[in-house]
Structures are given as C-alpha cells and as structure tokens.
C-alpha cells in the first residue's frame, strides 16, 4: 500500500495473512540509493527470522535422529516419531515462512519503486517549481515547471547556488537569508513573496515555501505570482486613481465653493463632503448634522422649507432646487443653493437623499448691489427726465422776472416781488442742478488734479461749516497720484461727505479725511461689478458718528432719501455724490455700524500726468451785441420766445422753429446766410446733433451752440470735443444767453458736427 503524507510517501506491504508489513516513509526527491538504504533493515530482519525458524527445525530433527538410534525398532519408533511431528512441521513452518517473508519483502521492493515512480511522476508534472538544495544550499534537483518559470535549463540550475536566483529588486535580500530561512523553515515550513532572475534579466514574483528535509537538504516549492501580483498592482492604481478623483473632487468642490451631502430619510442621519463643512462654518472634525438638528443650519423660514422639501421628495420621488439663508456658528448669515434627488431601491423604497449645497452669499450681495445699481440708474433717468423738464419751466419763469425786474423802476414795490420770484428761481435751479447731478447728466469740464491740493483749499471752509466741537483731521499719501474730474465738482463732493459726517455727530466726534494711493485687484474687482482691476486715488471720509443700519446703507444713495427730521434736509446730496462720482468714471462704498461711526469710501482712476495749472477767474465782461442771425429751434414755447426776445435786444437776426423737420424747412427757404444755430439736444422727433449735422452738410462754415438741461453724457461731449460747439446748460439768465451765443460766433469752428 502507497500513501501521501505531506511531501513523503509512506509504503507498506501485506502479508499472505492477511497482515500489514512494517511502514517505509520515503520524502518525494528521495535518491535510489537513499530508498534502498531505508528498506535494508526491514530486509535483513524478514531474513534472519526466517533462518532462525530453520533452524530450530533442524535442531529438532538432529535431536531426533540421536534419541531415535538408541531405541529398539520394534517398540520405541512409533513414540519418537510422534515426538518428532511438531520438529518436522516447525521446521517446514520456518521454510514457509522464510519464502512467505522474502514474498513480503518483493512485493514491498516491487511497491517502493512504485511510489518512487509516483512520486518522480508528481515531481515532473507539478505546476509548481520544485526545488532541493543540500546543506551547502547548492541545487541537487529540480523539476521541469521550476525551468520553465525562469528560462535555465535543468543543468544550469544545478550548477547553481540558492541565492544565484535572487532578483536585485528581491524583498529578502542575497545575504545568505535564501538558507537561513530554509534552515528556520523546519518541518512545518515558512511561506515568504521572493523575486527571482529570468535568464533574460527580468524579475519574476514568486511565493516560496521552504521546508527543511530529515537528512539535511532543504525543499522549495515555487509558485508563479505574476498574475496576483500584476492584480495587486491594477488594485493598487486603481484605489490610488480613486483616492486622487476624490482630492480632486474635494478640491473641485473648495473652488466652486459646491459641497455634497446624504441623508438617509428613515433615521435622518447624514453625511458631508469637507466643503459642507466650510460652507456651513461647522468643524471638519465633528460629525453631520442630523436632519432633526436642521434648525441650527439654517434660518427659520429655511428650515420649514427644507422639511417640506424632504418629505415632498420622500412621497413624489421629486427632486428639489431651494435657495436657503444659513446661520452659522458665530451668528454670521450666509445663502447656499441647494439640490437634492431621491435615490430609491429595487422595490422602490427610498434609500437614501443625495445632494449638493453651493455657497451662494457672495451671488447673493453681487445681485443686491446690481438690483441697487439699476435702482439708482431708474431713479437717476427719473430725476433726469424731471430736472430737464423743471430746467425749461425755470428757464422762462427767470427769464421773464429778469425782463420783469430790469422794466420796473427802482423804487417800486413791484421790483422786490420780482427779486423774491427770481431768488426762488435760482434755489430751484440749485435742486435741479443736484437731480442732473445724481442722474450723471451734468455737464463736466474734467481737468487733471492733485485732490491732495483739493482738500487742502476746502478745509478753511469746512472748519466753519462744522464747528468747533468736531475735530477735522487730514492726510495725504506722499507721491499721491492724480485724477482726472472736475474740480467744482469734486469739491463738491468733499463738501456733501463732510457735511453728512457732521450731521451723525451733533455732540461732536472726529472727521477724517484721507487721500491715499489704492490698487485694487482682480478680487475685489470680482466682489465689486462696477470696478476694473488697476490703479486708484481713494478720497476716504470717515467719522465717529452714529453709524447707519445695514437697510440705511441699502438706500443711502437715493434722492430724496434722508434720515434727518424734515425740514432738516433735501436727501439729494449723497444722491449728488454719487452721480458726480459715477460720472467721473470713480465708485462709491459706504462701510458702518451703528454706533461705529461710518467711512464713505471714493476711488478714482489715478492719472500719470501732471495737474493742470488753476484757472484764473476774470471779471465778467460786459453782454455784447451782434447783428449775425441766429436760428433757434426749442420745444418748450416760453422758452424759445425768451431766448427770442433777449437776441432781438441785442440785435440779432432771429429765426425760430419748435423742431428738427420745421428748422430744415425754414433753413431750406431763407435765402441769406445762417450764422449760428442755437438748439436743444433733446427735442421729439429729431435731436440736437443731428439737425446740427443736417444742417451743417447744406450750410458748410454753421456755428452751433446746444442749450440743455443735462449733457446727453457721450452725445454731447463728442459734439463738443469735435467741432468745438459750445454747451449753455439751463435754466440760463438773458445776459448767459448772449455771452455765450457772442462766444459761439467769435470761435472758430474746426470741422462740420457728427
């Protein structure tokens, strides 16, 4: 009988009773030699019992023959021969089984080589390398998938020594450890990941279990790991490719400010993405928030929302897109936008609500500061519209006290009452004039200034305007850039600011006024729609006053809008600020707290030119005559019959019409030449420049003169800086008119209007 016992063979032969014979354990890889010395000792003890049995038997019939040879034939034979049956059958027993042993011991010959031959015959078919070194550690044999592994034929491993194999990227190394650990492998054996040298130098990854063997020689069975290991290694890059997709989700998601969530609706546990975390201002360490704990996510209003939302989601299966207001930890408000779909399983239960929340309070305060904007431009055309109407009616009701008053004798009562409708006129106009200002429709004449120089001519006059109880302090960057605006205008706006500051400080305070060089980056930019990235003068006033509330702030900047009792104020001047300030090309921000105090916050575009020397004022000249003609075209009857009245006197020609079409029919038929058209921008059916034009092209050599209440920003200032036309801005008095219509006479004009 032949049996497998781990990397031995154990052969045992029966006997002709029936009977096992001894048990012969022979290692697979065992030499011929080394099997025949095993069984040897088995041999020889079958032997020896064998010829001691015959022995025996021999000695017996001996005995016999001398015991039988001294007795009488006749009466002692039959007793001896009984005596001697049981020597003759040990003796034949001893014979039998002597060869009965010596059968034993073929049979069990004949079943060594035939477990040897299984044994060899599992040495060479086995898909695993199979190796034995002796003690030295030198190869002795090997099998055929050993070979086939590393490309070496059999005779070259053989010649080879255990650690020849070792691959130079081999985790256990070449000092000696490829025995050491064969020789602590003992009987029960070590398992260790190996790398061992193709014949082509290439490395192959192998799994080797080295055992120690009884008669000194160690054993190695090799396996081919390059497919597990290759496995091993698309694992490893695949969670490594996971692992980047997730920072870079993550990172994705801190630029886009967008965090994603789960909710499970049944326990209302949830889960967050590290930027949920920095959204909601809570601490990337602590846990989730839970959809029962919501109400200290968000604000109320948002939070029933939420609910609602849930469980509309949970019964319809119908995503939701909701707009919620926050409130984080440190009592900060904030808006996210958040989504959310229902993910439901096999049988249609929900499993769980996945979603994303993106941080949507800087949209937030962008879109306010544009819905604020296109407020304040609605209002501004508003007042523009208004004041150019008012400017009309003002110019005639002046116009015609001016007549009024220079008819009536000195000494009447009559010529007061005309003073007091004139005074109101001008107090009107002043009002106007701050409504065409905060529409950004005033006319400008820009220069470059150093405000520096600016606030230093104000402050005398703010000294006064202010009082003693409010300390007025100043300061200027050294090498302070230039802007380009108008400097009425800008100390207009110094004025308007520092007489809002002392206004919030009736029990005194500090009003500082700072001129300084600003940059201003992209990312302000960003937060800030109506700037461009670049270089700025910031004019800085701020004061220790009462400071305004946040729906203060929101408003500020409207006519008409004031928080002084009534009486005490027009609401237009920081309207007034603003236009002047909006019209130069400069922004305006407003920064308070109440009881902080407030900062008002003017940038300019800063200017690398030097400042325009200061223009001298002369003494108004007298109002010249003329006898030129002059067409005036005016909508506005009472307007355009002053304006008549006023040239007539001094001794123009005058044609009138109330339009475009009527002044091209009555230039078409008046035969004598035109010197000067006098005409509003603003008139239905036809503007100003473009009759000017018109006309222009029939009457080459045309002088224009435009009158109106606001300059039509580019239209306007494009026909003054191209064809030197003058601007005469209403309501205007008799003696304006005829200075400037004198001055549109005597300029000589470069070119013909666009």
């Excluded at 082509?200 to 120690?212: H, I, K, N, Q």
């Excluded at 998601?253 to 326990?267: E, N």
Aim: proline share 5%; charged share 25%.
């Amino acid at each position: 009988m032949t049996q497998r016992a781990g990397r031995s063979v154990v052969v045992r032969a029966r006997t002709t009773h029936g009977r096992w014979g001894y048990p012969v354990s022979i290692r697979i890889g065992q030499r011929r030699d080394t099997v025949r010395r095993r069984l040897a000792p088995e041999q020889a003890r079958v032997t020896g019992l064998a010829l001691t049995l015959v022995a025996a038997g021999a000695a017996w019939i001996v005995l016999g023959h001398l015991v039988f040879g001294g007795l009488a034939p006749s009466d002692a034979l039959p007793e001896a021969l009984v005596d001697l049956v049981p020597v003759a059958v040990l003796a034949v027993s001893g014979v039998i089984a002597a060869r009965r042993w010596a059968a034993e011991r073929d049979r069990s010959l004949l079943a060594l080589r035939e477990s040897e031959s299984d044994a060899r015959e599992l040495f060479q078919q086995s898909g695993d390398g199979i190796l034995v070194s002796d003690a030295s550690g030198r190869y002795v044999d090997v099998n055929p998938a050993f070979c086939r592994m590393l490309g070496y034929s059999r005779g070259a491993l053989l010649a080879m020594h255990a650690g020849d194999l070792t691959a130079a990227d081999d985790p256990v190394g070449n000092d000696g450890m490829d025995e050491r650990l064969a020789e602590a492998a003992g009987e029960s054996g070590i398992l260790v990941e190996r790398r061992y040298r193709r014949t082509d130098g290439t490395s192959l990854p192998v799994e080797v279990r080295f055992r120690a063997l009884s008669d000194g020689r160690q054993l190695r069975i090799v396996r081919d790991i390059s497919e597990r290991v290759r496995a091993d290694a698309a694992e490893a890059a695949l969670m490594a490719s996971l692992h980047e997709s997730r920072r870079d989700l993550e990172e994705a998601q801190r630029i886009a400010r967008v965090g994603s969530w789960t909710l499970d609706p049944v326990t209302g546990d949830a889960s967050w993405s590290p930027e949920m975390y920095r959204i909601l201002g809570r601490d990337p360490d602590g846990p989730a928030v839970a959809l029962a704990d919501i109400s200290t996510l968000f604000s109320p209003e948002s939070v029933s929302r939420v609910s609602l939302a849930v469980a509309r989601t949970v019964a319809s299966g119908e995503p939701w897109h909701l707009d919620l207001e926050t409130v984080r930890p440190d009592g900060t408000r904030g808006w996210v936008a958040s989504n959310g779909i229902l993910e439901g399983g096999s049988a249609g239960t929900p499993i769980r609500i996945r979603g994303t929340m993106q941080d949507i309070t800087d949209q937030r305060q962008l879109e306010a500061q544009l819905r604020q904007s296109q407020r304040l431009e609605a209002l501004g055309q508003l007042a523009g519209g208004i004041a150019h109407d008012f400017n009309n009616l003002l110019t005639a009701i002046r116009g015609y006290a001016e007549l009024l008053r220079r008819d009536t004798p000195g000494g009447e009562e009559s010529r007061s009452d005309v003073d007091q409708i004139m005074l109101a006129a001008d107090r009107a106009a002043e009002l106007t004039r701050q409504l065409v200002a905060f529409s950004r429709r005033q006319l400008l004449q820009p220069s470059i200034i150093d405000p520096a120089e600016i606030v230093t001519d104000v402050v005398p006059m703010l000294r006064r305007l202010l009082g003693e109880h409010i300390t007025l302090v100043t300061y200027a960057d050294r090498d302070l850039g230039r802007v380009k605006v108008d400097a009425s205008q800008f100390e207009q706006v110094i004025v308007n600011l520092a007489v809002n500051a002392g206004d919030a400080m009736p029990e005194g305070g500090a009003l500082t006024i700072e001129c300084i060089n600003v940059e201003l980056d992209a990312t302000y930019a960003a937060a800030h729609p109506e700037v461009m990235p670049g270089l700025y003068v910031g004019l800085v006033v701020s004061d220790t006053g009462s400071g305004m509330s946040e729906a203060t702030q929101a408003r500020i900047f409207e006519p008409f809008y004031t928080t002084k009792e009534p009486g005490k104020g027009t609401g237009l001047g920081l309207s007034t600020v603003y236009g002047i300030v909006r019209q130069s090309g400069g922004s305006i921000y407003v920064y308070s707290e109440p009881h902080h105090g407030t900062s008002f916050k003017v940038y300019l575009p800063r200017v690398d030119e030097e400042a325009d020397p200061p223009v001298e004022d002369g003494a108004a000249p007298a109002t010249p005559a003329g006898s030129e003609t002059v067409l005036i075209v005016e909508d506005e009857a009472a307007v355009r019959t002053f304006a008549t009245r006023v040239l007539v006197e001094q001794g123009y020609r005058v044609l009138e019409a109330s339009g475009g079409p009527e002044a091209l029919a009555l230039a078409a038929s008046h035969p004598d030449p035109i010197d000067l058209l006098v005409t509003d921008v603003i008139m239905p059916g036809m503007q100003g420049h473009k009759l000017a034009a018109r006309l222009s092209a029939r009457r080459p050599g045309l002088r224009v003169l435009y009158v109106s209440g606001f300059s039509e920003n580019a239209v306007i200032h494009h026909g003054v800086a191209s064809t030197g036309a003058g601007v005469l801005p209403k309501p205007f008095s008799g003696e304006g008119l005829g200075r400037a219509v004198r001055e549109a006479l005597d300029r000589r004009q470069e070119s013909a209007p666009a």
